[in-house]
């Protein structure tokens, strides 16, 4: 039997939306599967050698649960996502708020960071491939991203998944 293959899209570049491609990659590769993520538009931001500006945002979000990471049990218990009408996220520095509570409850969980993520499918040879249209389109500099990313066009893409036993798009 042919070697699986599986190769995935990563177009959103927020905190909450970086953990599905790299756990998904480094679980695909742990599995002995062929694996290659295309970073484009936003998703180029999980490529960056920098990812604490990464954040997470509520607003317009509502399957989002929001628990408190810290006090009492009871209170970590309550899911104020559904609680909180959408107005409430756009108070100035609620995305800040809700971004340290993930990173707390990501932390008190044990959940590896994006860094020990990437880190853990770069080792496992998945291969990072950044849409150089998208990096000029956004002047990026190519130094900005972490080693070991290919800097290909959409192209690329389509070579890598023509053989794909799976494909997703993030």
Known sequence: MAQQKLTII?????????????????????????????????????LLKDTSPLKVTPMGNP?????????PKWLQSI?????MPNLMWSVPFM??????MMKKTIKNCG?????ELRDLCIEAEVKM???QMTIELFGYNPAVFIDGVDFVGAATYFDESSDATQSLFI
């Open 129 to 131: 491939l950044a849409c």
């Open 79 to 83: 899911d104020f996502g559904p609680k």
């Open 10 to 46: 990563a177009t959103k570049g927020t905190l909450d939306w970086a953990y599905p491609p790299f756990i998904l990659a480094s679980t695909a590769a742990a599995l002995g599967m062929e694996v290659s993520v295309f970073f484009t538009f936003y998703g180029l931001n999980l």
């Open 111 to 115: 959940v590896a960071t994006i860094p």
């Open 63 to 71: 399957g989002m649960p929001m628990k408190m990471p810290f006090g």
């Open 95 to 100: 995305d800040a708020f809700a971004t340290t």
